[in-house]
């Protein structure tokens, strides 16, 4: 079948793609060099809706190429470059397409489609070019490689190979291509460690120190700077040296290495990484045509499989459904934020003051109960400040202007008399944010919004004695708070829109996402984590070793093991969690009198370090009083996933949030759950769980898997 045959078939299977153009114009290069072509990768909309490849906008690029190969072999042409439009290269295959596809065949045709065109540009008996003027994602930056030289913007501010993250491999050249290229080290870590490590992206000077771009130049005159090297090259007066590719023991070491990382990411769970890893390795024989047959057979395989319908999901829970909440109320409503209050100053406090002093650049002020508290608040809020000029983030100016934004008064009527939001961060006991907000509300003004950073209080009850319940609302951060994206917004029984409509707004501007949540004991993520520490702790309470329940969840490939997770929020908080959940679902949530003692002993975890890697701690394997019932760790696995499907059941009768998509979101979002199991249902749906346990799957069929 030929190339346009292939494309055709493809494209009918996709009729709503956002097809990409390849304008081809002509232009005379600087000093004489010659007639050269121009392709331009254009989707005809702005920046905000990236460039993509579906099957019609490949052949559209593949249209184009006929083109330039006509007046390259006529000898009318000297040379091709492929650029993008303003501030896009290209970010790769168009996802929407691939959720559709049902058949092993169509998937084949995808992969073999975009090698087709690609492989075209370097059979070309001219030289070709890729200009990475702006973003370049998966088969955009395939499409640079397949050029025999490439340049990249230094304003470039993402270049990336996601494939892995998703649930994939690159496969239209990137897993053959790059090591050929960069070497097998380098490789691997664009490949693999970047796309496991929450899909970091490279900056432009980045690319070029690899050697995957042969050229930098600024942002302001890329193409122009890009054509005038593009002369140079062609007349013979800049040679592009690249270093020879090491094909010995270190491309073993290095394909080692990634099975190394992705064993310590994914144990196993997901297959993109290890199916990628094969491809690189098998690349060191340097047989390209091999490369992208194994790269063909890979993507079809995963785009079939539930990991990279999992991935894809969970990638637009975050990109569309994190960015427009399910049941927030009217933009409209929200009221302006122009001075922010935070009560309490200690670690988390100055926290928030430093993310609200950042996101809003507006007055900030802290009080505590003490001004050493206070002023270590603000001092930290500072010193934080002085870090991100040192790393050069902020220059001086700006610096000086967030310092002079930031207070600290014990006042709290000094503080928060012209306050628009006032959040409050203190000790978590019920009764103290009662009388935190009793005090607020007597100094701040009638339409500031009260928020609360508490993990597992009742909203309704904490605004329960004050005049205007109405403008209490629950806003809930994780830690750390510069990093988890996650806001539980959680309306209580009096919140009213308004409050509601500008705690949304407000988050907007932190760039977080948010969840709306009801008002229920622990909302969403500490609920869920509980439940699934809790069994964790009866395993071990009831005689099951710690190291056989800490592995028995390993499949899930989630970021860290759960004591590690109990070890950074703190057993204490945990424990005080776990407790109030207790009193509020007494049959499904213990308080495990093992973690009580730990606490009681002022332990930080389960775990010493000594040799580097977690070992059981020898004062808190003697503080453990266990049973004699021993389960496998497969045994351990099914209780703990039948306590999560039944919680998450219960918690979708009951109305916490929406929808079990915004289940997944918020563990994605707010405990690194990981992107390739969608989350959690989707995970859950396919092990047969929620089956199990609740009769039916969270999710209807083609969500988060392959369409019937």
Known sequence: ???????????????????????????????????FALITLDNGLDHTKPTTFGPASLANLNTAVDQVEKEAAAGEIIGVGVTGKPFIFAVGADLKGVELLKEHKDALAIGRGGHEVFKRLSALAVPTFAYYNGAAMGGGVEVGLHCTYRTVSAALPAFSLPEVFLGLVPGWGGCTLLPNLIGAERAVSVIIENSLNQNKQLKGAQVYELGIADALFEGADFLEQSLIWTASVLKGEIVVDRPAIDRGEAWDQAVAKGRFIADSKVHGAAPAAYRALDIIAAAKNGDLQQGYDAEDKALADLIMGGELRA??????????????????????????????????????????????????????????IDQERVDKGVGYVHAEIDKLLGKRRINQDKANRLKALVTGVLDKAEGFADADFVIEAVFEEIGVKQQVFAEVEAVAPAHAIFATNTSSLSVTEMASKLKNPERVVGFHFFNPVAILPLLEIVRGEATDDASLATAFAVAKKLKKTAVLVKD?????????????????????????????????????????????????????????????????????????????????????????????????????????????????????????????????????DEGVVAEAQDIDLCLI????????????????????????????????????????
């Open 1 to 35: 079948m030929s190339t346009t045959e292939l494309l055709k078939g493809a494209a009918e299977l996709f009729p709503d793609e956002v097809v990409t153009s390849a304008h081809v114009r002509h232009l005379d290069l600087p000093f004489g060099a010659g007639r």
């Open 311 to 368: 991935g894809i999901y969970a990638f637009n829970l975050v990109q569309k459904r994190g960015k427009r909440p399910a049941g927030a109320p009217d933009k409209s409503l929200a009221r302006p934020v122009t001075k922010v209050g935070v009560v309490g100053a200690g670690l988390m406090a100055s926290q928030l003051a430093l993310l609200f002093l950042r996101r809003l650049e507006v007055p900030v002020v802290l009080t505590d």
């Open 520 to 652: 229920a004991p622990a909302f969403v993520v500490n609920r869920i984590l509980t439940r699934f520490m809790g069994e964790i702790q009866n395993v071990i309470d009831e005689g099951t070793p710690v190291e056989v329940a800490e592995k028995a969840v390993e499949p899930l490939g989630l970021p860290m093991s759960p004591l590690v997770l109990l070890e950074l929020v703190g057993p204490a908080i945990g424990l005080h969690v776990s407790e109030t959940l207790n009193r509020a679902f007494p049959d499904r949530f213990t308080v495990s009198p093992n973690l009580a003692a730990v606490v009681k002993a002022g332990k930080r975890g389960f775990y010493v370090y000594d040799s580097g890697k977690p070992e059981l701690d020898p004062e808190v394997a003697a503080l453990l009083q266990q049973g004699d019932v021993v389960l496998t760790e497969e045994q351990v696995r099914d209780r703990v996933l039948d306590a999560v499907a039944q919680e998450i059941g219960l918690m979708l």
């Open 669 to 708: 979002t707010g405990a690194g759950w990981p992107f390739h199991l969608g989350g959690v249902t989707p995970y859950l749906d396919r092990e047969g769980v929620s089956a199990r346990v609740n009769g039916k799957p969270f999710l209807a069929a083609g969500v988060a898997s392959v369409p019937a």
